[in-house]
């Protein structure tokens, strides 16, 4: 599996009801060493929505 498709991967594991928190998008980019714009774009590919969002990024 190529790098994008286990940053895939990771979120699609930690996301619930197609939702994932910012809160745990920031914990996974210090975790697995991913950036957060990595992150967004895997999320917006997997039509994941980032809730609770602390800076407006997402």
Do not use: P
């Not at 190529?2 to 994932?20: L, M, P, S, Y």
């Not at 928190?21 to 994941?48: F, N, Q, R």
Request: hydrophobic letters at 40%; aromatic letters at 2%.
């Amino acid at each position: 599996m190529n790098a994008e498709g286990k940053i895939k991967e990771i979120v699609q594991a930690e996301a619930q009801d197609n939702r994932i928190t910012c809160g745990k998008m920031h914990e996974l980019s210090k975790k697995h060493g991913v950036s957060l714009a990595e992150l967004g774009k895997a999320a917006d590919e997997l039509k994941i929505k980032i809730a609770q969002c602390e800076l407006g990024c997402f």
